[in-house]
């Protein structure tokens, strides 16, 4: 059960980091475009975010479905705690982001697109670092 768990935590991590660096891209392209063009890659980026959404929670889930899976002899050591605070902050870049192209929807405001790449940014290098 551990291996499957983990398994599954691994590859939703891979797939949350893939998901990231596309919109990273993502948004480095649409920040320079106009019209239809940006209107699309802005689409694309809403589809990957409700995605993003589902495996963010499940990262999170099989984490802590592993936490669980431990023999009551193992205590978390120092790389579990730092493991924790990179997973919430992961989780907060990810809500910031989230707001943030609500924000941009609502209000037409693209000058918002350097704080999206910055928590996108964020949230691919929390990811990497987490593997």
């Not at 948004?27 to 963010?56: M, P």
Request: charged content about 15%.
């Amino acid at each position: 059960m551990k291996t499957i768990l983990l398994a599954f935590h691994l590859i939703a991590v891979a797939t949350g980091t893939g998901m990231s660096i596309a919109n990273y891209v993502n948004i480095r392209i649409a920040a320079t475009e106009k019209g239809d063009r940006q209107a699309s890659l802005v689409y694309l980026r809403r589809v990957l975010a409700r995605f993003a959404d589902v495996i963010i929670a499940a990262i999170f889930l099989t984490g802590i479905g592993l936490y669980y899976s431990l023999p009551p002899e193992i205590e978390p050591n120092s790389w579990f705690y730092a493991l924790m605070v990179s997973a919430t902050i992961l989780l907060l870049c990810h809500i910031a982001a989230r707001l943030t192209a609500n924000r941009m929807a609502a209000t037409g405001d693209n000058s918002l697109y350097n704080r999206m790449e910055m928590l996108v940014s964020g949230v691919w290098q929390i990811g990497r670092a987490h593997v």
